[in-house]
């Protein structure tokens, strides 16, 4: 519109193009705990088997039973049996990465989610148990109802708590150990997936050196410029107050 002629434009965007192509192929990759074999994806690919044998299979069963308990029946019981292979994606989740964790520093979390894991094999235990033993319909429908809740709020607290701490925290090599020792542990739900190995060095990125520790800077705590300077709250709130998302590619390509 501002008389620019279109062949110049398609230069440009050839040049930007050329220049960024690299960096841009390695943005739409996936992140190496998305790719099979990976504990994190591991992890993820048996909660949604779990979920899906709660939701599809044991409270729909749970549901006819409350009409005709007798019928239903073996069909509980079938969907209470299978909930008890969770065993194994707690116990790696419990011998493989509670410890490093804890050998991080993060000891709250796993000692907390390790006594609900617990809890939750309690609950489809007594499940089982009720249903098995004819007893009261309401006491059945509580049991059962208190191993679903269980079951499925430990898979938000697994994703949303302990896998990002985890991708925080551990190095290329300690998932690498996890990778590898998983498979003698079993699998919930799922078939055996791939075996995973980390791409690259096998280094974790080192985290930024923070400002009160920096030799470059002046002043402890404060981040020094040409123009000025910032103590490290000020640069914080600058950047989070900015209404933009800021993407910066280093010399190397390094986004």
């Not at 430990?154 to 590898?180: G, H, Q, R, S, Y």
């Amino acid at each position: 519109d501002e008389g620019i002629p279109v062949e110049e434009v398609q230069r440009l965007c050839d040049i930007h193009s050329a220049v960024f192509k690299g960096s841009i192929a390695e943005i739409h990759q996936p992140a190496q705990y998305e790719l099979p074999g990976h504990p994190v994806w591991v992890l993820k690919q048996e909660n949604r088997a779990i979920e899906k044998a709660v939701r599809k299979k044991l409270l729909p069963a749970l549901e006819r039973a409350e009409k005709d308990f007798l019928a239903e029946k073996p069909a509980l019981l079938e969907a209470l049996k299978e909930l008890e292979s969770i065993k194994s994606h707690y116990v790696k989740k419990e011998n493989l990465l509670f410890p490093l964790m804890e050998r991080h520093g993060i000891y709250g979390p796993p000692k907390v989610m390790w006594s609900v894991d617990d809890e939750i094999r309690a609950d489809i235990a007594a499940a089982y148990k009720a249903a098995e033993g004819d007893r009261p319909f309401t006491e059945i429908k509580a049991a059962v109802k208190k191993a679903a809740d269980g079951i499925l709020e430990m898979i938000f607290k697994e994703e949303n708590i302990m896998i990002p701490m985890l991708l925080e925290t551990l190095a290329d090599e300690e998932w690498a150990k996890v990778a590898e020792e998983q498979h003698s542990l079993g699998f919930t739900m799922i078939a055996e997936p791939p075996r995973w190995e980390p791409k690259g060095t096998g280094e974790k990125p080192k985290k930024p050196v923070p400002a009160s520790e920096s030799p470059s800077n002046e002043k402890p705590g404060v981040i020094t410029l040409p123009t000025g300077s910032f103590t490290v709250e000020e640069l914080n709130g600058f950047l989070n107050a900015l209404p933009v998302d800021i993407t910066f590619v280093d010399k190397d390509g390094f986004v």
